[in-house]
Nanobody
Framework: VQLQASGGGLVQAGGSLRLSCAAS????????MGWFRQAPGKERAFVAA????????YYADSVKGRFTISRDNAKNTVYLQMNSLKPEDTAVFYC???????????????WGQGTLVTVSS
């Protein structure tokens, strides 16, 4: 599975962005999908994850109520809608795929290349 993340950019605090992660291959619906982020000088951190059917969804406490993860298996794409963005959300965002689901950083089989989100104050 190859993953291509897109949708990052520069936005003012309080604004919104929608990230997309397009997957290659015909087995996208077999994979749990996750979003992670790495802020400057910090370790990569879990943001959100969604099961292969979309039934199970998990969020980091820091984004609950502001971010929404979703997927469209017909389009082989997972999304991260980000609202009420804050300067501390500034990071490179990565999508990842694995069989099953976890909120841990480890154990993901495939990673996208990352897309930069910058939130100005």
């Amino acid at each position: 599975v190859q993953l291509q993340a897109s949708g990052g950019g520069l936005v003012q605090a309080g604004g919104s962005l929608r990230l997309s992660c397009a997957a290659s291959g015909r087995t996208f619906s077999s994979y749990g999908m996750g979003w992670f982020r790495q802020a400057p000088g910090k370790e990569r951190a879990f943001v959100a994850a969604i099961s292969r059917t979309g039934v199970d969804i998990y969020y980091a406490d820091s984004v609950k109520g502001r971010f929404t993860i979703s997927r469209d298996n017909a389009k082989n794409t997972v999304y991260l809608q980000m609202n009420s963005l804050k300067p501390e959300d500034t990071a490179v965002f990565y999508c990842a795929a694995r069989i099953g689901l976890t909120t841990a950083n480890l154990g993901w089989d495939y990673w996208g290349q990352g897309t930069l989100v910058t939130v100005s104050s």
